[in-house]
């Protein structure tokens, strides 16, 4: 068990899901000591992932409670291990999903270590010693320096959180099918919450004709005025589906909840390609003749590497790219899911980690 764990003896502050109400309450638990090889980070800011709320909530099936969540950390360096290189004190930084990975296999040689199949998330993972990984929903992070990235003095701190795993996730797919490098090609992205947006703002930063699939026309103007949208479609409206048929080469479907794949798969060209990022508690329904008549794929990713990474907060810094962020205090953090729930917010809520200690005596 994590709290037993010998060298775990710093106390910490936190919010934590103890059930699957999904219910945050403010909780203390222990991490470890900082290792030869970890870094000690004091979080700044935490963005809201619809990912924790799956886990919150236990939609997967696989929480362990109490879950601390957050995985969009930004932070400074506190300490510094003996054998960590890279890494000072003081140093601007961020953490992503990945908390741990076997470091050996032909994926962590690679720089794909998220596809290691002993991948181990920075919450509700299980670290190296047996202990229970915690997210950044709380004070402070000890974590393995592999798995920490650097951030651009170019980006504010807070609304660069949401590109540790908004970002790269949306990210990763597009390098993969040479959408960083080369412009021109006709985008789609089909749900425009966190991951959506930054998916918009990559796609017209890289050059491409973006489309939105949305359920939402409230979001339609602000799409094209704010995010430089091209085109938007109401997934639910057949005159638009029905004219914007084999128009797109790449669609990234970011929807957290079931949906119907066949309106989405006949917007692809032949050969088109949908890539799914979203992950909905239940399996999505998959028809098979829009595969059959148009040559098309579907595929699917999660994160991105850690190398990888850090190449996107370089390209956001060059392009000055941040997400859209509600900045929240940490007791508002059950109100922000509720909004997300109901898709009601513009795009992502951060939490201000910094100003709830800032307050607290206890730390
Ligand atoms: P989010 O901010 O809630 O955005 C999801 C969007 O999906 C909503 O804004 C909404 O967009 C659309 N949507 C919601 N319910 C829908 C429904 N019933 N039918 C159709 N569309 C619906 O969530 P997020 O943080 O971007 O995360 C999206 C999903 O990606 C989650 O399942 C999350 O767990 C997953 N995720 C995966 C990875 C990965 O590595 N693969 C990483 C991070 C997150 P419109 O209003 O435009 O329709
Ligand atoms: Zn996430």
Redesign the pocket.
Known sequence: MAQTTPNHTQSVSGWAAHDSSGKITPYTFKRRENGVTDVTIKILYCG????DI?HAKDDWGITMYPVVPGHEITGVITKVGTHVSGFKLGQRVGVG?LAASCLDCEFCKTDQE?YCENLQFVYNGIFWDGSVTYGGYSQMLVVDYRYVVHIPESLPMDAAAPLL??GI?VFSPLKDHNLVSTPGKRIGV???????HIAVKFGKAFGHHVT?????PS?EAEAKESLGADDFII?TNPQQLQAAKRSLDFILD??????ALLPILELLKVTGILF?????DKPLQLPAFPLIFGKRSIK????GGIKETQEMLEVCGKLNITCDIELIKADKINEAFAR??K?D?R??FVIDIADAFATTKDI
């Not at 089909?190 to 959506?196: D, S």
């Open positions: 809201i992932c619809h990912t799956h999903c998220n795993c908004a996730t089909v749900g425009l919450g966190g991951l959506g939105v699939i949305s359920t939402s979001k997934s970011t929807v957290s909840a079931d949906h799914l990022v979203g992950a909905p699917g990713g999660i994160i997300l729930v898709n917010v795009y992502r």
